[in-house]
């Protein structure tokens, strides 16, 4: 095989790691229920738009008799949304449930996300193709996309193609808003009266797809550990050198489990929790205060270094900018025609002036122009401000180097204060998965198999007890109408799966803020480097600090 690196080729030959109950034949995996489900609220809103579907039972597989695992079955799979690592396993392992079930079972998949399966623009995947991805990183083998199956149009087409090809099930491979989809798609069928079937798996690298039945997404474990590792390095390089701040934004848009995850594995001397700052209604000021505070008490003991982490969606819970946010986004739909006329920033900011209230004005005004700008610069197809673009980073170092002239005016500093930023996000959704994740993924595939062959849809593909080793994990699903609420979306009420945020009472915040005090002013740093494929357990196999918080583990 030519062009591939030595690590690709040892990786083709890993073999993953399956639950127990998954490691018999199919026919002797039995599906055993529990009690009806419900949601934590809206239940009757989502009862009545979720007739079909809502109210059935959590699944789990133990060893049994499952005479229909053998049938002979087509079926199709999305990859939805963002990349995140162990996707390609996700499909092997649904791939090799199929084969196991039945040699004659075939397996689609649709290119560049729901769009193919709206416009029926699939491969058949063979052992040939799938060989070749296994336990690599990336969703290259079919690609991905971000198309929502929302309107009569798209559902006409999805059902046109599910019975070209006379699916028996699709499953779509995503996070909170494609496994909505996948609710809304299991409905359209089941209320039309379709025989495919549609089974979800969760996935995003951001960890804000969980429950009790969904301990993690699959791709936190491989991103946090690869983010842990530069930020590691930075580290060890501040600390060699001793006079550089790094600030390094993380990914995760609504959440921060990604930080505190992050800053769990490396001790930084700050990390904001987005949550938090919600939670306590800190101003953009607050927080400059207070790592200026931490950066002028380290000078103090000869230390003008360090690294603070900041998650990618902060600006969206500081309350200020939250309220511009809100203000920019009416103002710019409003009027569209006139923003998109104006040439430049100095004559956007002028129009801002007659279009805001005062205090967003002031807010406005108080971020540096170059950081101000991109408030204004891009926008996503509903107008609105894409916050991920915002070098939140770089507005924090500058705003406190800006405080701590300050504070160096007044007598208050006498350090010295040289800052680089860093966003670590797309360096870590395509990496080659670690073994938690391969193993992970290759079990939800795999059990995504056998909800479809023990005739289930409407389903998330669930594997608990992930904190144990991987032959004590729980294999089974849990119904998607479970996990959602109601939620207003451009002006509506919508059924969306609710995103999980970082438990402020949880026990990896608990021990997050218990060690910040000690890891701000002393230099604690922990070194995880690059993820480990090959050696003991305790270092190849070990699933994130949260999870093993989480669990008690």
């Known amino acids: 095989m030519a062009d591939i690196s030595a690590l690709q080729r040892a990786r083709y030959a890993y073999k993953p790691k399956l639950p127990a109950a998954l490691r018999d034949e199919p026919a002797n995996i039995a599906v055993e229920f529990g009690g009806a489900t419900k949601a934590e609220r809206d239940e009757a809103e989502l009862q009545k738009l979720f007739a079909k579907t809502y109210g059935k039972p959590a699944a789990v597989f133990k060893k049994g008799s499952n005479p229909g695992a053998g049938t002979k079955l087509a079926v199709g799979v ?24 039945n040699k004659d079972s075939r397996l689609f998949g649709f290119l560049n996300g729901p769009a193919g399966l709206v416009n029926a623009d699939y491969t058949e995947l063979t052992g040939g193709v799938i060989d070749a991805y296994r ?7 079919i690609g991905s996309g971000r198309t929502k ?19 028996d099930a699709v499953v779509i491979v995503g996070g909170d808003d494609s496994n909505t989809n996948a609710a809304l798609l299991a409905e359209h069928f089941a209320g039309a009266g379709i025989q495919t ?15 009790e039945q969904i301990e993690i997404s699959f791709g936190f474990d491989t ?19 001793k006079k550089y701040w790094h600030f390094v934004k993380l990914m995760g848009r609504s959440a921060s489990h990604i930080a505190l995850e992050c800053a769990l594995q490396t001790h930084p001397h700050v990390c904001l929790i987005s949550e938090e700052v919600e939670a306590k209604q800190m101003t953009l000021a607050h927080i400059v205060s207070d790592i200026a505070t931490v950066v002028a008490r380290r000078a103090e003991r000869g230390e003008n270094f360090g690294v603070a982490l ?30 998109d ?15 805001l209230s005062a205090p967003s004005l002031a807010t406005f005004k108080s971020i540096p122009a170059a950081i101000a700008a991109q408030f204004l610069a891009d926008r996503d197809p509903h107008g609105n401000v894409q916050v991920s673009r915002i070098d939140t980073e770089k507005l924090l170092a500058l705003a406190v180097e800006q405080k701590l002239g300050e504070m160096k005016r007044a007598g208050a500093y006498k350090g010295s204060f040289s800052a680089y930023t860093h966003f670590f996000g797309y360096e870590g959704r395509c990496a080659f998965p670690s073994n938690f994740d391969a193993d992970y993924c290759y079990s939800l595939g795999f059990t995504a198999f056998m909800l479809v062959a023990s005739g289930l849809t409407g389903y998330l593909s669930s594997v608990r007890n992930l904190a144990a080793p991987a032959d004590q994990w729980t294999a089974g699903g849990i119904p998607l109408t479970a996990l959602m609420n109601m939620e207003k979306r451009h002006g509506e009420q919508k059924p969306v799966i ?24 002393t230099t604690s740093y922990v070194f995880p480097g690059p993820v480990q494929y090959f050696g003991p357990s305790e270092v190849c196999d070990q699933p994130t600090l949260t999870l093993k918080l989480e669990r008690g583990a």
Request: glycine share 12%.
């Open 310 to 339: 900041i998650p990618e969606g902060l600006v969206e819970f500081v309350p200020e900018i939250k309220h511009l946010i809100a203000e920019l986004n009416d103002a710019m739909a409003k009027h569209a025609a006139a923003f």
């Open 78 to 101: 999305v990859l939805s949304g963002g990349q995140a690592p162990g996707g390609h396993n996700v499909v092997a392992g649904l791939f090799d449930g199929l084969k196991k079930g």
């Open 223 to 241: 991103a946090t550990k690869t983010y842990a590792e530069l930020i590691g390095n930075l580290e060890r390089d501040t600390n060699s050198s």
């Open 135 to 141: 336990n690599t990183g990336g969703f290259d083998i």
């Open 498 to 521: 609710k995103k999980a945020l970082v438990a402020l009472d949880g026990k990896p915040f608990k021990a997050f803020a218990a060690a910040r005090g000690d890891w701000a002013l």
């Open 197 to 211: 079937r549609v089974v979800g798996v969760p996935k995003t690298i951001d960890g804000d797809l969980k429950s």
């Open 149 to 167: 199956i929302e309107t009569k149009e798209q559902i006409a087409a999805s059902v046109a193609t599910a019975e070209k090809l006379g699916l």
């Open 341 to 355: 006329a104006l040439s430049g920033f100095a004559a956007k900011d002028a129009w801002l002036e007659k279009n």
